[in-house]
């Protein structure tokens, strides 16, 4: 990647752009992107893609805690083909198991299926023609598809599934770009209780990540930006609609901090009210209390995937 880079290559410059990158698998501060877990190669993603995606950029993402737009806006467009890759696997996934489940018990045995096994048998003892796939780190894994020797000894396409890339049915496009489109709104009536997707809301949804993502940032390297800000959200958007919020202006009202009483007040639950001084414990567990709204007995838990 040095070599390619029509820019100085400065190792803390990509260390500073990791940082960033860290942010969308989700911290103490915002959630995570959908689909995007440590444990399902989510690291991995990003890494690939930006070393797919820096040698086209004229600098790096991360200026010192600012973030360049422009330049995260193509990373984030890389990073977004993600998204239809993964539900195009997975609806095919789900349409394959239907159709399994829609097929009468009796039709799925049939009279050679001793044979069957036997040629199973005989397919797992031999060491002929190894067509096994297997992990290379070196290798880029953001591409769908690896070239696996054909059984009659050519090379050949065919795609192969990974855990940090999907396949893309070309003759399904259009069917499949419908049921995404549904797949989203689905996600967003049921998240973030949107019944109807505006271009106004989407773009409110984008602002406030973004805005998150350099509350973060800002955070980390020159100190709290603003004591007053949160991200309104429990969920973050679809990668693929995190887009046009290059031209974005982001200003910050600084505030002021909580007190100390105070900020217990807003992180501990009522069961540790013991933490408090008694003139404040009953603020959080009296019916009276005004501040009672905000320490309820019975509420849903939603992992989020995870």
Not at 75 to 98: I, P, S
Request: hydrophobic share 35%; glycine share 2%; with cysteine.
């Amino acid at each position: 990647m040095k070599n390619q880079l029509t820019f100085p290559y400065n190792i803390d410059k990509i260390v500073d752009d990791w940082i960033l990158m860290g942010f969308l698998v989700g911290n103490d501060f915002v959630p995570h992107l959908p689909h995007l877990h440590i444990n399902e190669n989510a690291l991995l993603l990003l890494w690939d893609t930006y070393k797919k995606i820096l040698p086209k950029l004229d600098g790096y993402l991360n200026e010192s805690g600012q973030i360049n737009l422009p330049r995260f806006e193509i990373y984030m467009a890389e990073l977004a083909k993600f998204d239809f890759e993964r539900f195009a696997h997975e609806n095919d996934t789900l349409k394959y198991f239907d159709k399994l489940h829609s097929i009468p018990p009796e039709e799925c045995v049939n009279e050679n299926q001793t044979d069957n096994n036997n040629d199973v048998h005989n397919m797992d003892n031999s060491n002929d023609n190894d067509n096994s796939v297997y992990f290379d780190p070196d290798k880029d894994h953001s591409s769908a598809y690896e070239t696996i020797s054909a059984q009659n000894g050519n090379e050949e396409e065919r795609p192969v599934i990974q855990s940090s890339t999907i396949l893309d049915d070309n003759d399904n496009e259009p069917l499949i770009e419908s049921e995404f489109r549904q797949h989203k709104t689905h996600y967003y009536r049921e998240k973030m209780n949107i019944e109807q997707m505006t271009s106004n809301i989407m773009t409110t949804n984008v602002e406030n990540y973004i805005f998150a993502l350099q509350w973060i940032l800002k955070y980390y390297y020159n100190g709290c930006q603003s004591w007053s800000w949160f991200y309104p959200q429990h969920y973050a958007p679809y990668l693929s609609d995190l887009k046009n919020f290059k031209d974005l202006n982001i200003q910050f009202d600084n505030g002021k901090p909580f007190r100390p009483f105070e900020q217990l007040l807003a992180v501990l639950p009522p069961t540790s009210c013991d933490l408090l001084p008694k003139p404040l414990q009953s603020l959080m567990t009296d019916i009276e209390s005004p501040l009672l709204q905000f320490y309820p007995e019975d509420f849903c838990l939603d992992q989020n995937e995870k």
